[in-house]
């Protein structure tokens, strides 16, 4: 078995993502970054130093998935940390304005197409790869799991007229989040016994091309809040929605 503790971060080769996995590797782990594309994955590796190789990893596909579950078993005997970071907020081509891609999420005409394929990557790609994960995970002395939300995602904040980014809450990006809220939740309510921690961070608007780079945070400032929550101690919580700032209502 391999003597540190080993982190696998989805969607790692870019953005977020890879900024928590460097962060992870800062702080002594193992760290896997998981990319679609195995160069794109590599070259990011590289990037962070001796405690991070790439790990071929598409969400979408269940192939991938289970190759992956089984090289980390075969290799390296453990996984203690899973953060569920890959994510989309559209499916239509890159580069599309912030507005268009809100327009086009309106639940009066958004493409069904377009909703299974955001669902399939932020919702079943992130219950698909846990439950591949999970034999590693009930095996780690202190199991984290930690997923990628958003504060869009939050029925309460949304359905305060006050709220001045309500207008943009669709039928895409958001009711994924909110659904990836609940599937945390009841991870957290399945596994509270046996000691994994399961918890959802928001990264908040960051200027990553999930939103053509029009968010205002950085990536530095966005993987703080997973990366605290992928390092909880044994009297952490479990099943929280949080930012930087504090917890957050579902």
Known sequence: MHDKPVALVTGANKGIGLQIAKD???NGLTVLVGSRNLEQGETAAK???ANARALQLDVTNQVSIEAAAELIRNELGRLDVLVNNAGISHAGKTGR???EIANSGRPSVASLDEVR???ETNVFGVIAVTQA????L???PAGRIVNLSSSSGSLTI???PNFPHRSVFGAVYSPSKTALNAITLALAIELESTGIKVNAACPGFTGTDLNNFAGTRTVQQAAREPVRLALLDNNGPTGTFSDEDGPLPW
Not at 133 to 136: A, E, I, K, Q
């Open 24 to 26: 992870l590797a800062a």
């Open 47 to 49: 990037s962070i130093g």
């Open 97 to 99: 304005p912030l507005e």
């Open 117 to 119: 394929a955001v669902f």
């Open 133 to 136: 994960m999970l034999p590693l």
């Open 138 to 140: 009930r095996e780690a």
């Open 158 to 160: 949304n359905s305060d």
